[in-house]
């Protein structure tokens, strides 16, 4: 009978998890149809902000969004259409392009959501525990549907110095100082 009325309880609170999790998701993404954007377009546009510039291809869009490509190409005709991004061709290969967040992109992003406001309500360390449960919940999703973590630059195993200057390793690149703090389709953890 205990085990029967534990087994309940913990099935009732991974229940009450998903539910919380999908309902302030869903929140904070009708607050995007106030910008006239949807929440697709939202989405990739808060991606391609928090990219670096090796990340930010369609391809790369749809695989951290776990979006179809489709999906993907028309909100990203949208931003461009509305002057939120623009397309930047690759030099040695036109097939190939990447997007970049315009002034008026980043602007649209500037003001809180009412879930940012929220999250900014809880002290320090809510903050730093709330985010470190929901990236095992993310990385242990991801995991299950064999999905690339896209994580950090400066936390991946290929993140490197070379000259005194931030570099990557598997790209052969050097990168600017912003670059290691923001996202990456190459991620690997670092051991």
Same mark, same amino acid.
């Given at each position: 009978?205990? %085990?029967?009325? *534990?087994?309940?309880?913990?099935?009732?609170? #991974?229940?009450?998890?998903?539910?919380? !999790?999908?309902?302030?998701?869903?929140?904070?993404?009708?607050?995007?149809? &106030?910008?006239?954007?949807?929440? /697709?377009?939202? /989405?990739?546009?808060?991606? !391609?902000?928090?990219?670096?510039?090796?990340?930010?291809?369609?391809?790369?869009?749809? &695989? *951290? +969004?776990?979006?179809?490509?489709?999906?993907?190409?028309?909100? +990203?005709?949208?931003?461009?259409?509305?002057? +939120? @991004?623009?397309? @930047?061709?690759?030099?040695?290969?036109?097939?190939?392009?990447? *997007?970049?967040?315009?002034?008026?992109?980043?602007?649209?992003?500037?003001?809180?959501?009412?879930?940012?406001?929220?999250?900014?309500?809880?002290?320090?360390?809510?903050?730093?525990? +709330? /985010? #470190?449960? %929901?990236?095992?919940?993310?990385?242990?999703?991801?995991?299950?549907?064999?999905?690339?973590?896209?994580?950090?630059?400066?936390?991946? #195993?290929?993140?490197?110095?070379?000259? #005194?200057?931030?570099?990557?390793?598997?790209? &052969?690149?050097?990168?600017?100082?912003?670059? @290691?703090?923001?996202?990456?389709?190459?991620?690997?953890?670092?051991?």
């Amino acid at each position: 009978m205990v %085990l029967t009325r *534990y087994y309940f309880r913990m099935s009732e609170s #991974k229940q009450r998890i998903s539910d919380l !999790l999908d309902r302030i998701s869903r929140l904070n993404q009708s607050q995007s149809w &106030d910008d006239g954007l949807n929440p /697709a377009q939202l /989405a990739a546009l808060r991606y !391609l902000v928090a990219a670096n510039q090796f990340s930010r291809a369609p391809s790369h869009v749809a &695989d *951290y +969004l776990g979006a179809t490509r489709g999906t993907v190409s028309q909100s +990203l005709k949208t931003l461009d259409g509305k002057g +939120l @991004i623009t397309q @930047i061709r690759s030099s040695s290969d036109k097939r190939r392009a990447r *997007y970049d967040v315009t002034p008026q992109g980043h602007a649209l992003l500037g003001s809180p959501t009412q879930t940012d406001s929220a999250i900014e309500q809880l002290d320090e360390n809510e903050r730093a525990h +709330l /985010a #470190k449960l %929901l990236s095992n919940v993310l990385h242990m999703t991801l995991r299950a549907r064999g999905g690339k973590s896209f994580g950090i630059c400066k936390n991946c #195993k290929h993140h490197g110095m070379k000259a #005194k200057r931030p570099y990557c390793r598997l790209l &052969d690149v050097e990168l600017a100082d912003h670059e @290691i703090d923001q996202i990456c389709h190459e991620h690997e953890t670092a051991a």
